[in-house]
């Protein structure tokens, strides 16, 4: 099973649409989560850090779930500019620090 | 925000020639940073992560006989790619880590001809 999982879509969605994209991660241990956004042949940015209690910041709202081990993001009120890859990142314990994990990256699309 | 320079932004380099990529953190120090791999339409692949004064911890199956990481200092990680081949062209991404908020360098386009 790989570390870091998403649906790697595409999603097509229309402008205004409300999307959700998940991602399950294997680590029980893993302590801290973000989504990042990545444009096409540019460097991810931070979209978010993920809090236990989930955490909103405008249209997007990201959540956690530590039971079932996957987190996920809520996209609102889609805009074209919302176009990138999504993608999930998880933090691994290993020899007393942490690497960070990304999963696949999920593609989305808001068409006018 | 914090911010991370990679150097040079694309390179393109002979087969069997040595490539050289610099990641410094410009505006704080980081004690651990991280070598990212991109292939096109993939997602980022870690490559290893570079601590500042010791040896890097490399993933399972990259080489670390051609991928040698230097973490000379805290702001500056180094990545050679040995003997580039052209299966070695990638975007490669450095983060540098800053309570437990990685920020990413711009990358380094590879085109080994």
């Known amino acids: 099973r790989k570390e870091v999982e998403q649906d790697p879509g595409p999603f097509n969605v229309p402008e205004g649409a409300t999307v959700a994209f998940n991602c399950t991660y294997s680590?029980?241990?893993?302590?801290?989560f973000f989504w990042y956004r990545q444009d096409c042949r540019k460097e991810p940015k931070l979209l978010m850090s993920?809090?236990?209690s989930g955490n909103e910041d405008g249209r997007f709202t990201a959540q956690l779930n530590r039971a079932s081990q996957y987190i996920s993001l809520l996209i609102r009120d889609s805009k074209l500019s919302d176009s990138a890859t999504y993608l999930c990142?998880?933090?691994?314990?290993?020899?007393?620090?942490?690497?960070?994990?990304f999963g696949t990256g999920t593609r989305l699309k808001v068409l006018a | 925000g914090a911010v991370v320079s990679q150097h040079p932004s694309w390179v393109i380099c002979k087969s069997g020639t040595s490539v050289k990529i610099e990641c410094r953190s410009l505006?704080?120090?980081?004690?651990?940073m991280f070598w990212y791999r991109q292939f096109p339409k993939q997602s980022l692949m870690l490559m290893a992560t570079?601590?500042?004064?010791?040896?890097?911890?490399?993933e399972q199956g990259v080489e670390k006989d051609k991928f040698l990481i230097n973490h000379a200092s805290l702001t500056l990680s180094t990545l050679t790619v040995t003997s580039a081949h052209p299966e070695d062209s990638s975007f490669y991404i450095c983060?540098?880590?800053?309570?437990?908020?990685?920020?990413f360098g711009p990358g380094t386009r590879l085109t080994v001809t």
């Open positions: 993920v809090y236990s």
């Open positions: 505006d704080f120090q980081a004690t651990t």
């Open positions: 990142v998880v933090n691994i314990p290993t020899s007393g620090t942490y690497k960070y994990i």
């Open positions: 983060s540098a880590l800053s309570s437990y908020e990685q920020y």
């Open positions: 570079s601590n500042e004064g010791s040896k890097a911890t490399y």
């Open positions: 680590n029980s241990a893993s302590q801290s």
